[in-house]
């Protein structure tokens, strides 16, 4: 799956477009983790060259780049909340600390 995600490949166009792997061999860095999924280059380039690959893959393309400008958007209204909290809660604490006998009329 690695080689395949740094094709362009996602968890999905695996299962749609080449279906079960070639092969399965025990994961060498964890015995408990489960199999890596082996796939024929021959395979999978046959399914590159195909129109379904390229317009699944154009459209998840797509989604992932809305996605990520949403997330970017979520994270700046966070960060913009948060600052004016932090203004808010400053100005507050401000007029909290000023002593009343000494405020200017």
Do not use: C, H, I, K
């Amino acid at each position: 799956m690695t080689g395949l995600r740094a094709r362009g490949w996602s968890a999905g166009l695996v299962r749609q477009l080449l279906g079960e792997p070639d092969l399965l061999r025990v994961n060498r860095y964890s015995v408990s983790a489960p199999p890596t999924r082996l796939y024929r280059l021959e395979r999978v380039e046959a399914a590159e060259q195909s129109p379904g690959f390229r317009v699944v893959a154009a459209a998840t393309v797509r989604r992932s780049g809305t996605a990520s400008a949403g997330l970017r958007r979520g994270r700046r209204e966070v960060s913009a909340r948060a600052a004016a909290a932090a203004r808010g809660e400053a100005a507050r604490s401000g007029a909290e600390r000023q002593d009343p006998d000494e405020a200017e009329p």
